[in-house]
């Protein structure tokens, strides 16, 4: 089992930068997928962005694309999603998660990001 704490959310105002670091108790299999999602207040949670551990290829939400970049670092397990010219319709509890096959399936406890206009 892959627990996962997320860390890096704060206040920052609008157009700032913030990066969240996610990082796992165990070494990441190479077989898997991590992701960020993000959830406002009254709003479903939605996808942010994704990596594979292996090859690094990326997705990306469009409201996010081109402002937003989504890293992994074997040496520290950690999964990093910088986050630049953030809006305040960026704010939300970010989430990372981490699956094998088509479902997320190990989850962090999230980290606050409020962006102040």
């Known amino acids: 089992q892959v627990q996962l704490v997320e860390s890096g959310g704060g206040l920052v105002q609008a157009g700032g930068s913030l990066r969240l670091s996610c990082v796992a108790s165990?070494?990441?299999?190479?077989?898997?997928?991590m992701g960020w999602f993000r959830q406002a207040p009254g709003k479903e949670r939605e996808f942010v962005a994704s990596i594979t551990w292996s090859g690094g290829s990326s997705n990306y939400a469009g409201s996010v694309k081109g402002r937003f970049t989504i890293s992994r670092e074997f040496a520290k397990n950690t999964v990093y999603l910088q986050m630049n010219s953030l809006k305040p319709e960026d704010a939300a509890v970010y989430y990372c998660?981490?699956?094998?096959?088509?479902?997320?399936?190990?989850w962090g406890q999230g980290t606050q990001v409020t962006v102040s206009s």
């Open positions: 165990a070494p990441i299999s190479s077989r898997y997928v």
């Open positions: 998660a981490a699956r094998l096959a088509d479902k997320y399936e190990y």
